[in-house]
T-cell receptor, first 115, second 112 residues
Framework: GDSVTQMEGPVTLSEEAFLTINCTYT??????LFWYVQYPGEGLQLLLK?????DKGSNKGFEATYRKETTSFHLEKGSVQVSDSAVYFC??????????????FGGGTRVLVKP | DADVTQTPRNRITKTGKRIMLECSQT?????MYWYRQDPGLGLRLIYY???????NKGEISDGYSVSRQAQAKFSLSLESAIPNQTALYFC???????????FGQGTRLTVV
């Protein structure tokens, strides 16, 4: 079945550091890929998405490129801020009907940015 | 008002009690989902519904049941709560398989 693997945290960084969170996936068909962010005490919010190979999703300085050849969707930000402290989830939605139309999540990566 | 509203936000209940978590949405989406979040395990799907008459089990449906009362309402029930059902529960809605889901703010459930 479908699965998403992302690096375990916590990841602790200083402000203005470069952030990378690795995400790889296994899917039956050709999935759409997502990054969600969860701030303390809140629900998940969509951060960015990509729906086909080589697409790049971007938002709030974050970027991720859909790499079909490596089945990856790594999240990057060039200069993090304290306000980026959150839990980040990689997710996929398989387009193949047999996959059950589900949204499958990775385990989440907690990021802590220190001043 | 939030697009996806969950009630209650926090609940403590005793082992063996029946409890219902409610979710309502104003987005007009047909697809609704219940997820459970545990530390280090990400979100796991409990049940999902594509419309009022179409309800499906997710990967961890044992011990849970759902009711889709209307397009806008999707309730999750624990018939007899047990301590390992202590978790953060999220409701979500979605237009279709290609696009993102919209989440409620979560219900923190503690079973003692």
């Amino acid at each position: 079945g479908d699965s998403v693997t992302q690096m375990e945290g916590p990841v602790t960084l200083s402000e203005e550091a470069f952030l990378t969170i690795n995400c790889t996936y296994t899917a039956t068909g050709y999935p759409s890929l997502f990054w969600y962010v969860q701030y303390p005490g809140e629900g998940l919010q969509l951060l960015l998405k990509a729906t086909k190979a080589d697409d790049k999703g971007s938002n709030k300085g974050f970027e991720a490129t859909y790499r079909k050849e490596t089945t990856s969707f790594h999240l990057e930000k060039g200069s993090v801020q304290v306000s980026d402290s959150a839990v980040y989830f990689c997710a996929l939605s398989d387009q193949v009907k047999a996959a059950g139309n589900k949204l499958t999540f990775g385990g989440g990566t907690r990021v802590l940015v220190k001043p | 008002d939030a697009d996806v509203t969950q009630t209650p936000r926090n609940r403590i209940t005793k082992t063996g009690k029946r409890i219902m978590l409610e979710c309502s949405q104003t987005k007009g989406h047909d697809r609704m989902y219940w997820y459970r979040q545990d530390p280090g395990l990400g979100l796991r799907l409990i049940y999902y519904s594509f419309d009022v008459k179409d309800i499906n089990k997710g990967e961890i449906s044992d011990g849970y049941s759902v009711s889709r009362q209307a397009q806008a309402k999707f309730s999750l029930s624990l018939e007899s709560a047990i301590p390992n059902q202590t978790a953060l529960y999220f409701c979500a809605t979605r237009t279709d398989n290609r696009n993102e889901a919209f989440f409620g703010q979560g219900t923190r459930l503690t079973v003692v």
